[in-house]
């Protein structure tokens, strides 16, 4: 990704995250994450927001998830469940859609409402 998409990416990136979380990332620590490529997350595969932002979405909620990445947040959970929630609405990714259900199903990082994991499982 060139430099002045990667900084409008993470403006934008920072800006909702901060919107629907309340969290603040310093914009060195978001360009880090959107430079991420995972390549153990579910399959395999190497994925980045450029080859795949569902897929990319869903692997950064599930290191946030798991405390793999070293970030100091108030909630890990709550950003977590953010980021498959980007990848389950934005992206219609099946597997962002998977771990938002569940964590409706057990609270993590919202407010624990079987229905609408039901939704999401479906």
């Known amino acids: 990704m060139d430099p002045e998409a990667r900084r409008r990416a993470c403006v934008a990136f920072r800006a909702k995250l901060s919107r629907d979380t309340g969290v603040n990332l310093p914009a060195a620590v978001c360009e880090g994450l959107l430079d991420t490529t995972y ?4 399959g395999g595969e190497q994925v980045s927001l450029q080859s795949n932002p569902g897929h990319f979405y869903t692997c950064l909620g599930a290191a946030i998830a798991d ?3 070293t970030l100091v947040l108030p909630d890990h959970e709550k950003v977590a469940s ?8 934005v992206y219609t990714h099946p597997r962002g859609m998977g771990r938002l259900a569940r964590c409706y199903d057990n609270g993590w990082g919202v ?7 039901a939704v999401w499982f479906q």
Do not use: S, V
């Open 82 to 89: 953010w980021c498959y929630r980007e990848a389950a609405e």
């Open 67 to 69: 405390q793999d990445i």
């Open 39 to 42: 390549e153990e997350c579910e």
């Open 111 to 117: 407010t624990k409402n079987p229905a609408q994991a």
